[in-house]
């Protein structure tokens, strides 16, 4: 039993619950906003993020190392201080920069080492390299450290790989208790989540969901979907896999993903979620919807004088027309960008608040078949 995460309401599979933290409550299901080098694409300030009802934001360990550098964050007072952001923040491990560097990487039992994207240099990162970067960013959730397999690798290397990033898990929840233990730590309390891997292999996930459950962790995610495999792919291993994690603990799926996606993950049992669409696809002109993407590039939008959806309360809606986005777009001003972001985030905060209502009356069936069906119709046109 977690002595941080209370199961409120099971409905099926789907499950509502929250997770007390030392920066604050978090209700789950939650989408996690990505702001992969402490700022949210998009010119988004932490006011915003409050004011649309952001629970917990995300940055990147990696590109926070290779710049501006965790120990001059550490210096700092660590990321929450370096924000302005009172509320949680989950730092990944590093380990999914080792699955998109695959070009520049050597992959050995200490660790990987590898360039920098920025300028070539040679870095080391191992299980302790990465528990001793998230301490010095002093996140409330840090990532263990993993290597990420394709979808597409073989059976050999990924059962390989699988038993590794066992053994860096180990690693790293040594290493974290040791770090929480030092009276100059930030974040003394800083939490610790597992990754599931396996690729496409149900067995080898099963299996590795097992082991990690053992360790007794804060909390465990599921890793290496989203990253080449279909939906139906994605949504068959989080069937076979989520049932052999606690439901008595927060499960996180990586990088995922589409609101579909989100709304088929919370119904297979899932409580977290990120992805860098909502804030990627709005600096491009794309919002969501409740009846699917639409994209604000488009004539047809010329003379449109609704707001993006009609009775959401996000900032951009309550005082800006299509009409006046599309033009902001087609002049290339920055403000089209930041109020589509803000549009686009807010959605996916508030999905969650009707994804966590639904959970607790008891209708969430219909709520999945009614929000599907209502988004991919539109989405088909």
Same mark, same amino acid.
């Given at each position: 039993?977690?002595?941080?995460?209370?199961?409120?309401?099971?409905?099926?599979?789907?499950?509502?619950?929250?997770?007390?933290?030392?920066?604050?409550?978090?209700?789950?299901?939650?989408?996690?906003?990505?702001?992969?080098?402490?700022?949210?694409?998009?010119?988004?300030?932490?006011?915003?993020?409050?004011?649309?009802?952001?629970?917990?934001?995300?940055?990147?360990?990696?590109?926070?190392?290779?710049?501006?550098?965790?120990?001059?964050?550490?210096?700092?007072?660590?990321?929450?201080?370096?924000?302005?952001?009172?509320?949680?923040?989950?730092?990944?491990?590093?380990?999914?920069?080792?699955?998109?560097?695959?070009?520049?990487?050597?992959?050995?039992?200490?660790?990987?080492?590898?360039?920098?994207?920025?300028?070539?240099?040679?870095?080391?990162?191992?299980?302790?390299?990465?528990?001793?970067?998230?301490?010095?960013?002093?996140?409330?959730?840090?990532?263990?450290?993993?290597?990420?397999?394709?979808?597409?690798?073989?059976?050999?290397?990924?059962?390989?790989?699988?038993?590794?990033?066992?053994?860096?898990?180990?690693?790293?929840?040594?290493?974290?208790?040791?770090?929480?233990?030092?009276?100059?730590?930030?974040?003394?309390?800083?939490?610790?989540?597992?990754?599931?891997?396996?690729?496409?292999?149900?067995?080898?996930?099963?299996?590795?969901?097992?082991?990690?459950?053992?360790?007794?962790?804060?909390?465990?995610?599921?890793?290496?979907?989203?990253?080449?495999?279909?939906?139906?792919?994605?949504?068959?291993?989080?069937?076979?896999?989520?049932?052999?994690?606690?439901?008595?603990?927060?499960?996180?799926?990586?990088?995922?993903?589409?609101?579909?996606?989100?709304?088929?993950?919370?119904?297979?049992?899932?409580?977290?979620?990120?992805?860098?669409?909502?804030?990627?696809?709005?600096?491009?002109?794309?919002?969501?919807?409740?009846?699917?993407?639409?994209?604000?590039?488009?004539?047809?939008?010329?003379?449109?004088?609704?707001?993006?959806? *009609?009775?959401?309360?996000?900032?951009?809606?309550?005082?800006?027309?299509?009409?006046?986005?599309?033009?902001?777009?087609?002049?290339?001003?920055?403000?089209?960008?930041?109020?589509?972001?803000?549009?686009?985030?807010?959605?996916?905060?508030?999905?969650?608040?009707?994804?966590?209502?639904?959970?607790?009356?008891?209708?969430? *069936?219909?709520?999945?078949?009614?929000?599907?069906?209502?988004?991919?119709?539109?989405?088909?046109?």
């Amino acid at each position: 039993m977690s002595k941080n995460y209370k199961l409120i309401t099971v409905d099926g599979r789907a499950k509502r619950g929250q997770l007390t933290t030392v920066h604050g409550t978090v209700q789950t299901p939650v989408f996690m906003n990505v702001g992969t080098v402490a700022a949210i694409k998009g010119a988004v300030s932490t006011d915003d993020l409050r004011q649309i009802g952001t629970q917990v934001e995300l940055s990147n360990t990696y590109h926070l190392h290779v710049r501006t550098g965790d120990e001059a964050i550490r210096k700092l007072g660590g990321l929450h201080r370096l924000m302005n952001w009172d509320r949680p923040i989950l730092t990944d491990s590093g380990g999914f920069q080792v699955f998109s560097l695959a070009t520049l990487r050597k992959i050995k039992e200490e660790g990987v080492t590898f360039r920098s994207h920025i300028d070539g240099h040679k870095i080391f990162m191992g299980p302790e390299e990465s528990m001793q970067i998230q301490s010095n960013l002093a996140s409330t959730i840090a990532m263990a450290f993993d290597e990420c397999p394709s979808s597409r690798a073989d059976r050999e290397y990924v059962q390989a790989s699988v038993d590794r990033t066992y053994r860096w898990l180990v690693r790293c929840r040594d290493k974290m208790a040791q770090l929480n233990s030092l009276p100059d730590t930030i974040n003394p309390h800083q939490m610790l989540f597992g990754i599931n891997q396996g690729a496409v292999f149900e067995d080898i996930r099963i299996e590795h969901a097992r082991r990690i459950t053992e360790l007794d962790l804060d909390g465990y995610a599921v890793g290496g979907l989203a990253v080449g495999e279909t939906h139906e792919e994605m949504y068959r291993i989080l069937d076979a896999t989520v049932p052999h994690l606690p439901q008595d603990k927060p499960v996180y799926l990586m990088g995922v993903g589409t609101p579909v996606n989100i709304v088929e993950g919370v119904y297979r049992g899932v409580d977290f979620f990120d992805c860098v669409y909502p804030s990627r696809n709005g600096r491009h002109g794309h919002a969501y919807t409740h009846h699917g993407k639409i994209n604000l590039n488009n004539a047809r939008f010329t003379f449109d004088e609704t707001p993006i959806e *009609e009775g959401c309360q996000c900032p951009a809606c309550r005082s800006y027309t299509r009409a006046y986005i599309h033009h902001l777009f087609k002049a290339k001003e920055m403000l089209g960008m930041r109020l589509l972001v803000l549009h686009n985030l807010y959605f996916y905060n508030h999905l969650m608040e009707e994804i966590r209502d639904a959970i607790d009356e008891h209708r969430y *069936e219909s709520f999945r078949r009614d929000f599907i069906d209502a988004y991919e119709d539109n989405e088909s046109k």
